[in-house]
């Protein structure tokens, strides 16, 4: 393949045709609201991260009763399965073609998935021993998958929203913020509630 066959290929400076400089629904300000509501989304994303990382743990040794060194097993499983799934599914995501947009189809048909395997993460089925290690293990490692394949999508989308350098930081701030501030508040809440 060539260059010039490459479609990722910018030549510098930017010839006028090209998608970087001729893209004007791109470029510029959006509004505020638009802004806002996509930094509302990593709200969400910050709540499970914060809970599942401040709390999973404690969850399986006091409420489920799995032993220390199969309750690390399971978490380092989990993220070990975490480290491939990342590339995996951000590539994965770069070349999907839907009607709904390559990013929006991923966490439009994966959020209702996340959450339900979310809520079950925090249930203690009736059975014991392996069975009950390997409910949590599956289960862990498929919460991670999916807040994987919802994260990465949403996080690539505001390169995808606008093409302005600014804008783009602006989105990220915000992004930041609602990340920060929800996980405080689901900290927070979070230790009220289990007291």
Not at 77 to 97: M, N, P, R, W
Request: hydrophobic residues 45%.
């Amino acid at each position: 393949m060539t260059i010039e066959e490459n479609e990722y290929a910018v030549s510098f400076p930017p010839s006028e045709s090209s998608p970087l400089i001729s893209s004007k629904k791109k470029a510029g300000k959006l509004p505020w609201i638009r802004r806002l509501t996509y930094g509302c989304g990593e709200g969400g994303l910050a709540i499970i991260q914060v809970i599942k990382g401040f709390f999973f743990n404690s969850f399986l040794l006091e409420v489920a009763l799995i032993d220390a060194y199969y309750a690390g097993l399971i978490l380092l499983l989990a993220k070990l399965v975490d480290a491939i799934s990342d590339v995996i599914i951000g590539d994965l995501s770069d070349h999907t073609k839907s009607r709904f947009g390559r990013r929006r189809s991923w966490i439009l048909f994966l959020t209702v998935p996340l959450a339900i395997s979310y809520f079950f993460l925090w249930y203690v089925p009736e059975v014991e021993g392996v069975r009950r290690i390997i409910y949590f293990q599956a289960l862990t490692v498929c919460v991670s998958v999916l807040y994987t394949a919802v994260a990465v999508p949403y996080g690539s989308m505001t390169a995808e929203l606008t093409e302005d350098y600014d804008e783009r930081t602006t989105l990220t701030t915000i992004r930041m913020v609602f990340l920060m501030g929800m996980g405080l508040i689901a900290t927070f809440s979070h230790a009220k509630l289990i007291e």
